[in-house]
């Protein structure tokens, strides 16, 4: 079936790439051919990158047709913070489906994909995760030490959160647009790193001005490509960080649940 235009596409994915001294690893040419398929809008966040990054941006966007923007953020404020302002833009410009991918493109422009037709056949589904699930016959490479650390923190989130999920921290993950995640990013995250976590327990256990959401309306998709990048920011001391956080965060989820939502 041929791919939809911009002007004729229902539903056109506003995607995040959240960016830092990313002008070695950010592959132009892949993002933009993906912003050129016509139903995906790029939002690349920026939050004070020392390199070339931004010069990469402004050409790569200049050169999109309006397909891919730039949100230059002034000062650094991590992954978690360009994320949601990155979100939250996305659904000012009036988008009914957005989501969010690593610029290092660990998950590839054709795994994104295949994440936007899940969401698009299953109307249910609110909230559609990566999840890099290492099967025999798919192509999911990573360093073994992270693999299992990563194994390690998953089945910790996933106890934190009450929730079934397999993988809490792949960066690709889209959202259907609803009140209730409007709500879940109307605060900034208490986490640099795992507000993937937070973000999904605000959904899962509701936050001020929503309910919580179904486990229904969670799907998770094994991705069949995903690849360890080189040049990653992550270093031994953020996953200390990560666990500190994620104890912030289910004594977060405790007290509203005893508050009852
Ligand atoms: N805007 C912004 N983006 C960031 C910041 N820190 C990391 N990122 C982006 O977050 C994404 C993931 O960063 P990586 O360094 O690849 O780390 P990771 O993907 O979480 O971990 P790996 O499993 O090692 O790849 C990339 O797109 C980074 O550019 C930040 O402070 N600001
Ligand atoms: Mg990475």
Redesign the pocket.
């Known amino acids: 079936m041929a791919r939809k235009t911009v002007q004729q596409a229902d539903t056109v994915l506003s995607l995040v790439?959240?960016?830092?001294?990313?002008a070695q690893?950010?592959d132009a040419h892949a993002f933009a051919e993906l912003a050129q398929s016509g139903d995906v809008r790029l939002i690349f966040?920026?939050?004070?990158?020392t390199d070339a990054t931004a010069q990469l941006l402004e050409t790569l966007c200049a050169a999109s047709l309006g397909r891919a923007q730039w949100l230059q953020?002034a000062q650094?404020?991590?992954?978690a913070?360009?994320?949601r302002q990155g979100l939250l833009l996305a659904i000012a410009q009036g988008s009914k489906e957005i989501g969010f991918?690593?610029?290092?493109l660990?998950t590839p422009p054709a795994e994104l994909r295949r994440l936007l037709d899940v969401l698009h056949a299953r109307p249910e589904v609110q909230v559609l995760i990566g999840a890099r699930v290492r099967l025999l016959g798919n192509a999911v490479e990573?360093k073994a030490i992270?693999h299992y650390l990563?194994r390690v923190f998953a089945t910790a989130a996933s106890l934190t959160l009450a929730l079934h999920i397999y993988d809490t921290?792949c960066?690709a993950k889209l959202f259907r647009v609803t009140p209730a995640l409007e709500a879940a990013l109307a605060e900034p995250f208490v986490s640099?790193?795992i507000f993937d976590v937070e973000l999904l327990g605000r959904l899962a256990w509701g936050c001020p001005g929503a309910d919580p959401l179904p486990e229904s309306a969670f799907a998770e998709v094994p991705l069949q490509v995903w690849h360890?990048?080189a040049?990653?920011?992550?270093r031994p001391g953020h996953f200390v960080r990560a666990a500190g956080d994620l104890v912030q965060i289910w004594l977060r989820l405790q007290a509203r649940r005893q508050r009852g939502g």
């Open positions: 790439v959240p960016c830092f001294n990313e690893r950010l966040v920026d939050d004070g990158s953020l650094n404020c991590g992954k913070e360009a994320v991918l690593d610029a290092d660990s990573r992270r990563g921290q960066g640099r790193w360890d990048v040049g990653s920011k992550l």
